[in-house]
T-cell receptor, first 119, second 110 residues
């Protein structure tokens, strides 16, 4: 976990509000992945980004969810008009390079997560 | 999406016992990763496997990449209380996604 930072650790929103989750990857890592975890379930892939590019967003809902990884600053996962079903833990992971290359550069290191509660 | 079946779902063992858990997929994977997650924390990478048949150790942990490339095993020897947590397998075929298993919850009784 060391090095991948996420904030806030806990976020409470009312239905209809926006949630913004931030992720700073490990030093030297330029690839970021977002996952969602419901209680007592595994992690579900949402989106994979490189700097300024969305590489794979096949796991992300088409509406209300968006992600970015700007040239400067952290990656942001944004959820607009949150609903109760969005309540979950959201984890960010980073790797030195993309997963298609194989080998040790494939390894993903996770942050501590943001627990989103929608009231 | 890919189906990853992880078993057992939960285990209760005595301190000092060995533990085995496994993961099977419906299709061939090129990479297997094993993670441990403590409550309220993110998963921590334990072992990474890249070749069919590969056997890799990390202290008391040993993991194997199945020959068929559709399964992987994790063994923990001489369990201790701090081994408590949820263990996840994750596999990747082609493309960018890692698919995670549903987890094995391990409880170690002192």
């Amino acid at each position: 976990n060391a090095g991948v930072m996420q904030n806030p650790r806990h976020l409470v929103r009312r239905r209809g509000q926006e949630a913004r989750l931030r992720c700073s990857p490990m030093k030297g890592h330029s690839h970021v992945y977002w996952y969602r975890q419901l209680p007592e379930e595994g992690l579900k892939f949402m989106v994979y980004l490189q700097k300024e590019n969305i590489i794979d967003e096949s796991g992300m809902p088409k509406e209300r969810f968006s992600a970015e990884f700007p040239k400067e600053g952290p990656s942001i996962l944004r959820i607009q008009q949150v609903v109760r079903g969005d309540s979950a833990a959201y984890f960010c992971a980073s790797s030195p390079r993309g997963t298609s290359g194989g080998g040790s550069y494939n390894e993903q290191f996770f942050g501590p997560g943001t627990r989103l509660t929608v009231l | 999406g890919q189906q990853l079946n992880q078993s057992p779902q939960s285990m209760f063992i005595q301190e000092g016992e060995d533990v085995s858990m496994n993961c099977t997929s419906s299709s061939i994977f090129n990479t297997w990763l094993w993670y441990k997650q403590d409550p309220g924390e993110g998963p921590v990478l334990l072992i990474a496997l890249y070749k069919a048949g590969e056997l890799t150790s990390n202290g008391r942990l040993t993991a194997q990449f199945g020959i068929t490339r559709k399964d992987s095993f994790l063994n923990i020897s001489a369990s201790i209380p701090s081994d408590v947590g949820i263990y996840f397998c994750a596999g990747q075929s082609t493309g960018n996604q890692f698919y995670f298993g549903t987890g094995t919850s391990l409880t170690v009784i002192p």
